[in-house]
């Protein structure tokens, strides 16, 4: 049971520490600030959820699961605003130009 | 070799390289972002310290509010920069050189020659917990063993807002810190702030409340407050009160005074100042905190939205 669990684990954050590392090369190596934001937010979106999913199975209580899930939706927020605020004002000097 | 220390390791480069190009990037934006990243980074190192109390107020403080602090006084000085872009000269550089040069050694002198078995209070702090029926060390330290100088520190915090106070102009005295923010009403910032207020109020008092038994406190849950409040006000949902405001000044030093107040109680009823009898200790240390962690957060949101610029009308 116990070796599921950690299949599970080193599976699910492998899989979010590569997502991490193609957004950090997306985010170095795109031409313009819109791509460089679609990279970053594969980072945080996906890779934060897959190493959160991961360590769900090494959480000791529902009360732990929940936080890591809240930390998470919250991690989510603030990277969609974000992105968002970033984009608009980098669509509106464009304009500008 | 184990994966932690491997892990420390490229922590402690990664950290001393940020720091290295924060001091030598040419930028003020630039050296302001790389000082927020330096302090999350700061806050990491705490954690495999298991300082978890200092890495939370690191990550808030060091990371977050002065993070913002800088970037506010970057976006200020960006049109004063090209003038102020003449080099230093060779003497100035060379006596920085040795300065610089001269308490890196004095400092790594004195890490050399600690001795082995540093003096400690630890074994003592934990042995005398039951004093106070808290469970958490870093909390004890503060609020009853060291409750002197948590005291004063809100006493500087204070005097650090009546120095930005003092910044205001003439007819701006008593007026509303900073410029009034606009925001799309249908905009994604409004939404932010209209959403998140409710879950940073109550995870700021969980922090503070959790403090008592659990790494967290009256600070780190105060300077989530303060930026759920920011969050607000820069979204344009609402304003910052007037300096001369009655229930804010109040607020302000609400903290402080409580504390004094409990600490006379004690000089009155108890063995000496600041002493809690004991039967009474938690309630009163949790009555500190909650007065202290309304003064924090009024405090910190207004050290961030800086002098007064805008003259209330009669």
Known sequence: ?97 | MSIATLFEIVLVAVMLGLGIWTITVRETYSAAVGFIAYGLLVALIWVRLDAVDVALTEAAIGGGLSGVLLLGAAARLRGAEPRAATAPGKATRAAAAAVSVLTAAALATAVLLLPDSVPTLAPTVVANAWATSLANPVTNVLMAFRAMDTMLEKVVLLLAIIGVWSLASDNAWGGRPGPRHQADPQGILVFLARLLPPIGIVIGIYIFWTGANHPGGAFQGGAILASMWLLAVMAGLTDMPPVSSRWLRFVLVAGPGLFLLVGIFGLWLGPGFLAYPRTLAKPLILGIEVAMVLTIAATLGLLLAGAPERSVRR
């Not at chain 1, 684990?9 to 520490?17: E, K």
């Not at chain 1, 791509?35 to 999913?53: F, I, S």
């Not at chain 1, 360590?55 to 974000?82: E, M």
């Open chain 1, 1 to 97: 049971m116990s070796l599921a669990r950690d299949i599970v684990t080193i599976a699910a954050v492998s899989a979010g520490a590569f997502f991490f590392l193609a957004g950090t090369v997306g985010l170095l190596r795109f031409p313009d600030t819109l791509t460089r934001l679609h990279a970053l937010t594969k980072a945080d979106n996906l890779g934060l959820g897959l190493v959160v999913l991961g360590l769900l199975p090494q959480a000791g209580s529902l009360r732990d699961g929940l936080k890591l899930v809240s930390i998470w939706l919250l991690g989510l927020l603030a990277g969609a605003t974000v992105s968002q605020l970033i984009a608009r004002t980098a669509r509106r000097r464009e304009t500008a130009r």
